[in-house]
């Protein structure tokens, strides 16, 4: 079993910066890749970016260049920065952990709002 806790969601202006958290506990050996997902209303959860044990990183293109997904050492927390914020970043973020077998534990979620 993992459990996954998000944070750091909020209000922030077009063009501005957030920082979410994922505070990761449980089995944590049994991990291979931890990420963050969104679902804006009206459309399917998709993949923001990911972060897999053998250091390999995935982004969505919408967010290349402004997003950043970090990890510390242990695994206990994971990160996104995110940087020049538009509307469109608007959506429920939703911190997820694929354990070897695949099987996926999922967060809460955090709502990030972009809005003036």
């Known amino acids: 079993q993992v459990q996954l806790v998000e944070s750091g969601g909020g209000l922030v202006q077009p063009g501005g910066s957030l920082r979410l958290s994922c505070g990761v506990s449980?089995?944590?050996?049994?991990?291979?890749?931890v990420g963050w997902y969104r679902q804006a209303p009206g459309k399917e959860r998709e993949l923001v970016a990911q972060?897999?044990?053998?250091?390999?990183?995935n982004y969505a293109d919408s967010v290349k260049g402004r997003f950043t997904i970090s990890r510390d050492n242990a695994w206990n927390t994971v990160f996104l920065q995110m940087n020049d914020l538009k509307t469109e970043d608007t959506a429920v973020y939703y911190c997820n952990a694929v354990i070897y077998g695949a099987r996926m534990y999922w967060g809460q979620g955090t709502q990030v709002t972009v809005s003036l």
């Open positions: 972060t897999t044990r053998d250091d390999t990183t």
């Open positions: 449980g089995r944590l050996f049994t991990i291979y890749a």
